[in-house]
């Protein structure tokens, strides 16, 4: 089953519910679309780092958006 997103919940005003070092890494690779490579030279820390903190970044990011599209839509 696909999920719908409310049009009036967007993921900016999700990001400020995240843990900074999410906001930051999210911010580096899929904003500024930084590689890996070049995300864990700027934040001094091995790729598997960087790739298990934006695992986890995108996971509290889809779960913030999910409960407030809920909470604003219902």
Do not use: F, N, W
Not at 21 to 34: G, S, T
Not at 41 to 53: N, Q, Y
């Amino acid at each position: 089953s696909s999920t719908s997103i409310c049009p009036c919940v967007t993921p900016p005003d999700s990001l400020g519910a995240l843990r900074p070092e999410q906001r930051l890494i999210l911010r580096l690779v899929d904003m500024h679309e930084h590689t890996y490579r070049e995300a864990a030279a700027s934040l001094d820390c091995p790729i598997g780092t960087v790739m298990s903190r934006l695992h986890r970044a995108r996971a509290a990011l889809r779960s913030q958006l999910a409960q407030k599209a809920q909470a604003a839509c219902a």
